[in-house]
């Protein structure tokens, strides 16, 4: 889903992305056992607000839903291998939407969704996560209900 909108408001949160406070990476701890914590942290800025945000959405959704808070803060974690800034990121996601090949870092990037399943799934991730990470952007896998599916869907497209 990458409407002009979306793409012009990810555009500029990855741009004017801001570093997570003290306290909201205290609560990002409080949540992720210690090796994805690690994995959390070596995410771009950019992805490490918008994981944070994504797990806030969900727990103002749904308080009790705090099974779904790893998915929500490391579903995006494959970006982080493609070192792209706000107009790279761009750029390689109108490239995926045109029949266009893509290479290097480019390619890295589309590719995140499996590249951070991956990662998820060797770090012992909880099966919820590394199947929102590998299938964010397609349909439901069989493997996450109806509704932790909305709730994970509602937390990542939010916005205009």
């Not at 949540?31 to 727990?59: M, N, S, T």
């Not at 919820?128 to 397609?138: E, S």
């Amino acid at each position: 889903m990458s409407s002009l909108p979306h793409l012009t408001r990810r555009f500029f949160e990855v741009a004017l992305a801001k570093d997570l406070s003290g306290d909201e990476m205290s609560e990002v701890a409080g949540w992720l056992k210690p090796d994805l914590l690690g994995l959390f942290v070596r995410q771009q800025v950019a992805d490490q607000r918008h994981g944070y945000e994504c797990a806030r959405r969900i727990l103002d959704e749904d308080p009790d839903r705090t099974d779904l808070i790893s998915a929500a803060l490391l579903h995006d974690i494959g970006k982080r291998h493609a070192g792209l800034g706000a107009i790279g990121r761009t750029f390689a996601t109108l490239a995926g939407l045109l029949p266009v090949p893509t290479t290097g870092r480019w390619s890295i990037y589309l590719d995140h969704p499996a590249l951070g399943a991956a990662e998820l799934f060797d770090a012992d991730a909880d099966p919820i996560a590394v199947a929102f990470a590998r299938h964010q952007d397609g349909e439901r896998p069989g493997s996450i209900d109806r509704e932790s599916w909305r709730l994970l869907r509602l937390s990542d497209w939010e916005g205009p």
